[in-house]
């Protein structure tokens, strides 16, 4: 049988295009509004719950990049599901009661992960890889199904009396609302708020809106039950401390002292016999009693030159290595913290460790001050932990590397841990130290390894000396953990010549833009894990590739974009990065202008009555054209200033998603063939193209093949799309 051409139908439906008869709505423009409370409530829930999973599921780009697939995959689900929706008797009852429940999901799902993350898990033990994915695929499931099934609902409520125009709202509806809920989240209640108190917010404007579409539409029961509930909340929000309650089921016979959230992640310290832990996203980087921790970070780097000045200490100031580093008589550590909050309780919990006036605490990004400093230092220490996102992967780059050079002093040294070496280098350990070391060597003549707690690389174009236990006691240098005995221990010829043989293997050089070295940390970790139930992961995928070659050509065009969006912006993120910093405090300002580009584009294309597929097409070919060019623009940016680089990814991020939001109406009219299913199809290809185009690109594809191939890899995919339509007739 051929596929009919839906390209020709009429934007204004009768009754009789809408399948179950629904009765005449009385206040179409609550449908939109809801919509928007529902973005709202979908940004601001996935940025509280991606925290929430990222300290529960041992935060690394593995748990982003799932948490964020899953939370994309199942939306789609929930829009495949919502194509039975115009049988629906009473849909703006179940509008209303769907709105319900995306209010007390989000509060109940944080509440039960803190509770019975320690029962379903070891306590302090590290979640692996399929615990994560199917831990975050439970929890994620019920918010998600339901809110992708409100999209396609509310499309075949308006799509009653607009057709395909009605779908076309609902997407700006939604982008408007994400927009919102994006800002608030970014720049207003993470800086006030803890997660159970910023997921009240979205709460009431669900219930509010749940309670005016029951109202108006006659449906007196579930108003009454949201507006009750909205009680409830608002009572709950003024009167109970649940986030108080629910941290300390996640800590066990400890006392918690502080617990505050910050742009950078939600930070607790803990006491426990004397001895206090400072915990970010539930991964412990902190402890009072962590002295050989502190000691191998010093000492290997300072007994190099031993009569330094000026040393630069980039994250662990508040651990005890910046005074550790004053037994050298420095002039003056300058240590380089991101987050405020760290610096607040450190010095609050732990005042002597930065009391010293020779100690400078800057708060900034390490990497954007090391490239924007004039000063020069005879030894640079960067106390950060290994490269398990791409975030922190920019402290391990050949571009780092030689902007760390250009900031020593001559004959300076470098240094930083990474792994963990318990006298057997694995294939994946291997790899990740012969790629750190071969990036190295593109910036320092002399590159020196001590297989400590850490494996610890000293780099400089000056002599490096590997009799440490010699040199700090010639000095007199007063240790507790580096000593001889230790030392003897640590560095006998068996275990250096392990990493001599390690690093001798060709390796892949470490960039900004083909960040190999957190693929090899990833895979490092993971080979820790047994991965079980793999046959569920092969099944997912054959699904998804049966799903994409029957794709028709108009949904096929949205699978293409979604995948672009996701894909393009993971792209620009890490060009960001690369150039002005931490993302932390930008990424409101990226993702709103995306959802800005989003909403416009919508709004665009939804005023436009023509249904032909060469519109369509010309979008596709627009978005491969733009991801062609996207490599060569950011390359031309070079050493641009940060507000030039900043005013440029936010143009560039609003010019892709202009070209993504316009096609989802024009989709719609393309292939019209009732709302619901209309909608169902479109926004199940949306959310499946994205979520591909989140997780293999930042998991996978950029870390192997580079920026330049992942864009000429979605350039190919938005073509294809156009081809197919191309082809139709009509």
Not at 475 to 503: F, H, I, N
Not at 524 to 537: D, K, N, S, T, Y
Not at 651 to 673: C, I
């Amino acid at each position: 049988m051929s596929a009919p051409d839906y390209s020709r139908k009429a934007a204004e439906p009768q009754s009789s295009d809408v399948p179950g008869g629904f009765a005449p709505l009385r206040e179409p423009r609550l449908v939109p509004a809801a919509i928007a409370a529902l973005g709202v409530s979908a940004v601001m829930t996935q940025l509280a719950l991606m925290r929430e999973l990222l300290g529960a599921f041992s935060g690394n780009e593995i748990t982003l990049g799932v948490t964020l697939g899953n939370w994309l995959l199942l939306t789609g689900l929930g829009s495949w599901l919502g194509r039975a929706t115009e049988r629906l008797r009473e849909p703006i009852r179940w509008l209303s009661v769907g709105l319900i429940a995306i209010a007390v999901l989000p509060l109940a799902q944080v509440f039960l992960l803190r509770a019975l993350r320690n029962v379903v898990f070891l306590r302090g033990a590290t979640v692996g890889v399929t615990e994560t994915v199917l831990g975050s695929l439970v929890l994620l499931a019920p918010f998600c199904i339901v809110s992708g099934w409100l999209l396609t609902l509310a499309c075949a409520i308006l799509g009653q009396r607009e057709g395909a125009s009605g779908i076309g709202r609902v997407y700006v509806a939604d982008s408007l609302g994400s927009i919102a809920g994006g800002a608030l989240f970014s720049f207003v209640t993470v800086r006030l708020l803890d997660h159970l108190g910023i997921l009240y917010t979205p709460a009431l404007l669900s219930l509010a809106a749940a309670t005016a579409v029951a109202w108006r539409c006659g449906a007196r029961l579930p108003a009454g039950a949201s507006g009750a509930l909205a009680l409830a909340v608002a009572a709950a929000a003024l009167l109970t401390d649940a986030d108080a309650v629910s941290t300390a089921l996640q800590f066990p016979q400890q006392k918690i002292v502080f617990r505050q959230n910050s742009p950078y992640g939600k930070l607790v310290v803990t006491e426990s016999a004397g001895q206090f832990n400072f915990i970010e996203n539930g991964v412990p980087f902190v402890s009072t009693h962590g002295v050989a921790r502190v000691e191998e970070t010093v000492h290997y780097a300072m007994i190099q030159r031993p009569d330094a000045r000026r040393v630069l200490l980039v994250g662990g100031g508040i651990s005890g290595t910046a005074r550790e580093i004053l037994k050298y008589g420095v002039a003056e550590v300058t240590y380089v913290e991101l987050d405020p909050l760290i610096i607040e309780a450190g010095r609050r919990f732990l005042p002597n460790a930065l009391a010293d006036k020779r100690i400078r605490v800057v708060q900034s990004d390490g990497r954007l001050f090391i490239r924007q400093t004039a000063e020069r230092f005879d030894v640079v220490i960067v106390d950060a932990p290994d490269p398990s996102t791409s975030q922190i992967n920019r402290f391990y780059t050949a571009e780092f590397f030689a902007e760390a050079r250009r900031a020593l002093a001559d004959g300076g040294v470098l240094s930083f841990g990474l792994g963990s070496y318990q006298n057997y280098v694995s294939p994946e350990l291997a790899r990740l130290l012969a790629s750190a070391h071969a990036t190295l060597r593109r910036s320092f003549a002399n590159v020196l390894m001590i297989p400590g707690g850490r494996v610890f690389f000293l780099a400089s174009d000056g002599q490096l000396h590997a009799d440490i236990a010699a040199r700090i006691a010639q000095r007199g240098v007063p240790t507790q953990w580096v000593k001889a005995a230790y030392l003897d221990a640590m560095l006998t010829p068996d275990r250096m010549a392990d990493l001599q043989r390690a690093v001798a293997r060709p390796a892949a050089v470490n960039a900004d833009f083909n960040p190999v070295l957190y693929l090899y940390h990833l895979r490092h970790w993971a080979g820790q894990f047994r991965v079980r139930f793999v046959w569920l992961g092969w099944l997912l995928a054959a699904a998804l590739a049966v799903y994409i070659v029957r794709l028709r050509p108009a949904p096929l065009a949205i699978f293409a974009s979604g995948f672009a969006g996701s894909a393009l912006v993971v792209v620009l993120l890490l060009a960001f990065q690369a150039s002005c910093g931490s993302l932390y405090h930008q990424i409101g300002v990226i993702v709103t202008m995306f959802m800005a580009g989003l909403a416009a584009g919508a709004w665009l294309a939804n005023r436009r009555k023509e249904a032909s597929s060469r519109g369509l097409a010309t979008l596709a070919f627009g978005v491969a054209v733009f991801a062609v060019l996207l490599p060569l623009a950011l390359t031309a940016l070079g050493d641009a200033s940060v507000t030039a680089t900043r005013a440029v990814v936010a143009l560039l991020t609003l010019a892709l998603a202009a070209l993504v939001g316009m096609e989802f109406p024009l989709a719609s009219r393309a292939r019209f063939e009732g709302a619901a299913a209309t909608a169902s199809r479109l926004y199940t290809a949306d959310f499946v193209g994205a979520f591909l185009g989140a997780l293999l690109p930042s998991v996978l594809l950029i870390p192997l093949l580079g920026v330049t191939a992942v864009c000429w890899l979605t350039a190919g995919l938005n073509v294809v799309a156009a081809l197919a339509l191309s082809l139709r007739r009509g």
